[in-house]
C-alpha cells in the first residue's frame, strides 16, 4: 500500500513507519517539526520506499493518492501541549479535517490516533471505551483532552455522513527509544533522572496510577486495530497498573540509580488513577501486551543513556 502518516517524525509515528516499511509498504510522511525529530528519522534517509514531506496539516494539503491514512499528528506531551496550547487544539480540529479530506478524496482508510486522557479523571476503573469521560473542558490539559475528544467527534462524523472507512484507537502511556527524555512525562522523567543521578520527582504521594505500555506492543495494537473494521474508539494499552512511586522503584531498580525519591505538589487535573481495559482489543484481534515494564525499560535504557551522552557532548 501507499500510505500516509501525519505526525511521522514523533515517537510513535516514526516507530508505526518502521513497521509499516517492514511490511513492504511505501510511505509518505508529513510532519512540521513543531515537536518531532528529524533524529527519529534518520535511519530512513535511504530507504526508497519512505518520503518525508514538511507539512502543517493545519492548512489543506494533498500527498497524492493514499490507501491508508494514519493520523498521529499532534503534540501529545505535557510540556510540549502545555507551550503549544491553541496549536493543539488547532491540529486537533483543522488538521484532523484536512487528514479526513484526503482519505475521503482518494477512498483511503483512515486511523486516528486518540488517547487515554479522553477519559480524564476517570470515574470508572478500569477505563472501557463506553465511558464517556471526566474532563474539565477548560483546566490546563483541556487542550489536549478536547482537541483529542473533538478529533473523535470529527472522525466519527466522516464515517456517518461521507462513508470514510475510519478507525479510532485510544493510546494509553507509552514508552521506549524516541521518547524526549524532556516531555515531562512519566518514564522519561525517571529515567533521564536515574541515569543523571539526580533526585526522581514524584507529584503528590505518588499514589497516582498509570499502565505502561513499550512502545513494540503499542504499535502491534495499532496495526491489529488497522486491520479490523471496527469504527469506534478501541483501547490499546498495557492493563498493568502501577502507581508512581512503584514505578520509580522500578527504574532505580533496571539503572542501579542511587537516586532518592522527592515530592512536589501534584498537578491540577492529574488523573488519580488509569488503566485500561482491553477486552475489546482481545476480542476484536486477539491483541494484548507481552513485554513486561522491567524488560521495557531495560530495551529503554540504551536510548535515554546516548541522548544524555549527546547532551553532554554539546555543552
Given at each position: ?20 516499511l517492514a511490511e513492504g509498504n511505501s510511505i509518505i510522511g ?7 525529530s528529524l533524529a527519529n528519522l534518520r535511519h530512513l534517509e ?270
Open positions: 500500500m501507499r500510505i500516509l502518516i501525519t505526525g511521522v517524525a514523533g515517537f510513535l509515528g516514526s516507530h508505526l513507519a518502521d513497521a509499516l508529513v510532519d512540521n517539526l513543531c515537536t518531532g535511504h530507504e526508497s520506499r519512505f518520503e518525508f514531506r514538511e507539512v502543517d496539516i493545519c492548512k489543506p494539503f494533498d500527498p497524492g493518492a493514499v490507501d491508508y491514512v494514519f493520523n498521529f499528528a499532534s503534540p501529545a506531551s505535557p510540556v510540549d501541549y502545555h507551550r503549544l496550547g491553541v496549536e493543539t487544539l488547532d491540529v486537533g480540529s483543522n488538521g484532523t479535517r484536512n487528514a479526513l479530506e484526503v482519505a475521503k478524496k482518494y477512498s483511503a482508510k483512515f486511523l486516528h490516533a486518540s488517547t487515554s486522557e479522553c477519559y480524564g479523571d476517570p470515574s470508572v476503573h478500569p477505563q472501557t471505551e463506553d465511558y464517556w469521560g471526566n474532563v474539565n473542558p477548560v483546566g490546563p490539559r483541556s487542550v489536549y483532552d478536547e482537541a483529542k475528544r473533538f478529533s473523535e467527534a470529527l472522525t466519527t462524523a466522516y464515517n456517518r455522513y461521507y462513508n470514510v472507512d475510519t478507525r479510532l484507537v485510544r493510546i494509553f502511556n507509552t514508552y521506549g527509544p524516541r521518547l524526549q527524555k524532556n516531555d515531562g512525562r512519566v518514564i522519561s522523567n525517571f529515567v533521564v533522572q536515574a541515569l543523571k543521578g539526580e533526585d526522581l520527582t514524584v507529584y503528590g504521594e505518588g499514589n497516582q496510577t498509570r499502565s505502561f505500555c513499550y512502545v513494540a506492543d503499542e504499535i502491534a495494537g495499532i496495526l491489529g486495530l488497522s486491520r479490523s473494521d471496527e469504527h469506534t474508539p478501541v483501547n490499546i494499552g498495557n492493563p498493568h497498573e502501577w502507581t508512581i512511586l512503584e514505578c520509580a522503584k522500578a527504574v532505580l531498580k533496571v539503572t542501579g540509580s542511587k537516586s532518592k525519591v522527592i515530592y512536589q505538589p501534584l498537578p491540577q487535573d492529574d488523573p488519580m488513577q488509569r488503566k485500561p481495559d482491553i477486552s475489546k482489543a482481545q476480542r476484536l484481534f486477539g491483541w494484548e501486551p507481552k513485554i513486561d515494564l522491567e524488560t521495557g525499560l531495560k530495551l529503554s535504557l540504551e536510548y535515554f543513556q546516548s541522548t544524555i551522552d549527546q547532551e553532554a557532548a554539546k555543552a
